[in-house]
């Protein structure tokens, strides 16, 4: 996946850049933390430069939240589930996956829309909760461009800084994003335990 990546980037510049961040969030299993990496260690050695580079890599994961905030948003979370049952495992994704992500977004409101941009796992499943709950379009747009912005800054100038060593970034990178991931699920399982005790509370005090 490598090679293609870089295929991609050297033919088709930012073009190239925005059309793998938007092929990211379709298809999560090509990584982001390959993607922006890359770019900037191109930027690096002055093929191209780095505002436009992470500019079109936000523009491009921007663009690629969209469908599934509408796929959401218009069937509902009943038919997402059932068809992600039946053809998620070539994207990657589970309906477990699904009601993770779902619990994270209700536990932290529209923030998590800014947080979930930068939480590998969350990162492209987060626009589907915010269908569901019908969440205002430019809401969505705008946490999503601003947490966008952090983790694509991020990528692009730690493969700036480590040169032909960007491919570290994705290294480690993976088992930390998976460490942070776990973090929210149990915080997220936390939470709702806490919620039915308080609500069991309310409903023994009447």
Same mark, same amino acid.
């Given at each position: 996946?490598?090679?293609?990546?870089?295929?991609?980037?050297?033919?088709?510049?930012?073009?190239?850049?925005?059309?793998?961040?938007?092929?990211?969030?379709?298809?999560? /299993?090509?990584?982001?933390?390959?993607?922006?990496?890359?770019?900037?260690?191109?930027?690096?050695?002055?093929?191209?430069?780095?505002?436009?580079?992470?500019?079109?890599?936000?523009?491009?994961?921007?663009?690629?939240?969209?469908?599934?905030?509408?796929? +959401?948003?218009?069937?509902?979370?009943?038919?997402?589930?059932?068809?992600?049952?039946?053809? +998620?495992?070539?994207? +990657?994704?589970?309906?477990?996956?699904?009601?993770?992500?779902?619990?994270?977004?209700?536990?932290?409101?529209?923030?998590?829309?800014?947080?979930?941009?930068?939480?590998?796992?969350?990162?492209?499943?987060?626009?589907? /909760?915010?269908?569901?709950?019908?969440?205002?379009?430019?809401?969505?747009?705008?946490?999503?461009?601003?947490?966008?912005?952090?983790?694509?800054?991020?990528?692009?100038?730690?493969?700036?800084?480590?040169?032909?060593?960007?491919?570290?970034?994705?290294?480690?990178?993976? /088992?930390?994003?998976?460490?942070?991931?776990?973090?929210?699920?149990?915080?997220?399982?936390?939470?709702?335990?806490?919620?039915?005790?308080?609500?069991?509370?309310?409903?023994?005090?009447?």
């Amino acid at each position: 996946m490598t090679e293609w990546i870089t295929t991609v980037i050297e033919s088709l510049g930012y073009v190239g850049i925005g059309l793998l961040m938007f092929l990211e969030n379709i298809f999560p /299993p090509i990584p982001s933390e390959l993607i922006m990496p890359l770019a900037g260690f191109t930027a690096s050695q002055g093929k191209m430069a780095l505002v436009p580079a992470i500019a079109a890599g936000v523009i491009g994961t921007v663009l690629g939240a969209l469908p599934w905030y509408y796929l +959401g948003k218009f069937l509902g979370e009943d038919r997402i589930k059932q068809w992600i049952t039946k053809h +998620g495992t070539w994207l +990657g994704i589970s309906p477990n996956e699904i009601d993770k992500t779902k619990q994270w977004f209700y536990r932290h409101g529209s923030k998590a829309v800014l947080l979930g941009r930068m939480v590998p796992g969350v990162r492209t499943l987060i626009s589907l /909760p915010a269908g569901f709950s019908h969440m205002p379009i430019a809401q969505f747009l705008i946490y999503s461009s601003l947490g966008t912005l952090a983790w694509t800054l991020l990528l692009t100038l730690a493969g700036y800084l480590l040169g032909k060593n960007y491919t570290l970034v994705e290294e480690y990178l993976g /088992p930390i994003s998976k460490i942070v991931l776990g973090g929210f699920v149990i915080a997220g399982i936390v939470w709702i335990i806490r919620r039915r005790r308080t609500v069991r509370r309310q409903q023994g005090k009447r």
